[in-house]
Every structure is written in C-alpha cells, then in structure tokens.
C-alpha cells in the first residue's frame, strides 16, 4: 500500500498533487460512511469510533514501518497542535459524525458536513479577525441554503418520532462539522510551515483521538450512555475493519497530504464533495434520491467554492 501511495505522489508530482488526494479522500469517505452507517446498527458510535481509530492506527504503523520513516521530524508546537487537532477533529468530531448517521443517515450527514468551511470562515471572522467580502458571505448563505433546502425534506412516512431524529441527527451533524471545522485549523497551522508527513501527521491525530475516547468511555459507561456490544458476526467485523481502512486510514492520509500540498481553500472545498460521490451510491443501494436533494448538493458545493474562490 506505501508502494501504491509512493507512485501516486510521484505520479503527481507536477502539480495537482493535493487536489487528487483531496477527490480521493472525499470518494473514500462516501463509501465508508455508507457502510458506519450500517455498523451503526450494532456498533454504538463511541466504540465504533474507537474501533475505526485502533485499526486505523495498526495500519499507519504498518505502514511507517514498511517505508522506514521511523522518527517524524516535527516540532513541539507543531506535535501539540496535531494532537488538540486529533482530540477535536477525530475524538469528538467523529463520535458526533457516527451518532449522527444512526439519525440522519450518510447522504444527509456529509451534506451537513460542507457547513464545516464556512464555519471555519465564521471562526477565523471571530478569533482572526479576517475579514470576509460580499462574495465570501454569498457562498456562506449559499451553502446554508443548499443544506437546509435537502435537510428539511418531508418525505410521507414523516411522523413525530422521525422528526425528533432529524433534529438530534442535526444537532450532530452540527457538532461534527464545527469540530472538523476547529481541527483541520489545526491541522492546517501545524503541517502548512513544517516538513512532518502526512503519513505522520495522521497517525499523531489518530493516537490523540483514541487516547481521549479511552479516557472518555468510562466517564459514558458510568452515566449509562455507553453499552458494550460485542461483535460476534464475522461479517461485522470484516465490514468495521474494511471501512476503517478506506475513511480513516486512506482518507484522513490523503487529508493530511490534501492539506499539506494545496491552498486550504481547495483542499476544504473538495474534501467536502462527498455528497456528490454518495449519490450515485445511495441509488445504486436501492435509496430514493430526489431531484431537490441532488439540487441541494449542487447549491451547497457551490456556496463552499464561492466562499474560498471569489473571496
């Protein structure tokens, strides 16, 4: 797999190199929330979350081995940075991710999740000060039009009980975008000037996110909000393991490398196409898209690349 990746930055070379890894990780994503999505009937998202960041970080340890790049070079400010990023991008941002998919499903989810660029805007307004012209606030409208617009879609079976699911499965999903929103900052301020891989970067995210959900899981056990369900479908288990692989170990690798080799604007642009992958997707499973849901992400993609391309 190092061997693959290694020709793809090669091949890459020339230009485009982020561009590409942030299309791929998007597509991975797609598939792999569709399958969290099934898991989640089984799997709560706590340990779920957990599950996906242990195998995530056998993989990339495999993988640091195979290539030889044993010592990362990184500086303290930077290796704290990766962590915090860790902690909220992955830790926190993840388990809301996977609760909210019980409620809202995949499709629905990562078309929330393209409020994360704005939200990031909003935040760099608030803390930075950086300040945002007509068209960067046209694209933020833009892109909360888009998402509302496919959000609050009625369909026939909406009853009371769904639609106190929609609006915890928002609740999430919101939640999820700010802290994917807070951790690719971070993210972004410790690989943008320093030379840490991605592969690095990626496993230093991963172990911060795991350690945080060991030390929060007894705090949820004790409250009654975590039950330990055990896996005993091989089925299970193969499907948890499949979508680590594909959405946390390729996906947050070709992140980190998105975010390193590209502009932050395009790399959150495109990381953030995955609704547009998911279609094709969730009709070939069998689920009912609507014309105002396919317009939907096509408004809210292009509220995402108004923001960061005419700003």
């Not at 929330?112 to 760099?124: K, Q, W």
């Not at 945002?132 to 046209?138: D, F, G, Q, R």
């Not at 609050?152 to 929609?166: F, K, Q, V």
Request: glycine share 8%.
């Amino acid at each position: 797999m190092y061997l693959i990746f290694n020709n793809y930055l090669k091949f890459s070379s020339t230009s485009f190199k982020g561009e590409i890894a942030a299309l791929a990780a998007a597509c991975l994503w797609a598939v792999a929330s569709l399958i969290y999505g099934r898991l989640g009937e089984r799997i709560p998202p706590l340990q779920l979350n957990l599950i996906k960041g242990i195998v995530a970080i056998a993989f990339l340890l495999l993988t640091i081995l195979i290539s030889g790049e044993l010592v990362p070079n990184i500086a303290p400010l930077s290796l704290c940075l990766l962590l915090l990023s860790g902690v909220v991008g992955i830790g926190l941002g993840d388990t809301a991710f996977l609760a909210a998919i019980n409620s809202l499903g995949a499709r629905r989810v990562l078309l929330i999740g393209t409020l994360a660029p704005p939200i990031t805007a909003v935040l760099a307004l608030i803390f930075l000060q950086e300040r945002l012209n007509v068209s960067a606030w046209c694209g933020i409208l833009l892109t909360i039009l888009g998402v509302a617009w496919v959000v609050t879609e009625r369909t026939p079976n909406t009853s009371d009980s769904s639609a106190t699911h929609l609006w915890q499965g928002i609740g999430f999903s919101l939640l999820a975008a700010m802290a994917n929103a807070a951790g690719g900052v971070l993210s972004r301020a410790a690989l943008a000037n320093t030379r840490v891989s991605p592969l690095w970067a990626a496993l230093l995210r991963l172990i911060a996110a795991v350690l945080i959900l060991l030390v929060w899981i007894p705090f949820a056990r004790r409250q009654g909000s975590f039950q330990l369900k055990t896996l005993q479908s091989t089925q299970v288990v193969l499907a948890a393991i499949f979508a680590a692989f594909c959405g946390t170990f390729l996906g947050i690798w070709l992140q980190q490398t998105a975010i390193k080799f590209t502009a932050a604007g395009i790399a959150l642009t495109l990381l953030q196409t995955s609704p547009v992958f998911i279609i094709p997707l969730a009709i070939w499973m069998g689920e009912k898209v609507s014309i105002r849901a396919i317009a939907g992400v096509v408004i809210a993609l292009a509220g995402v690349g108004l923001l960061f391309y005419l700003s």
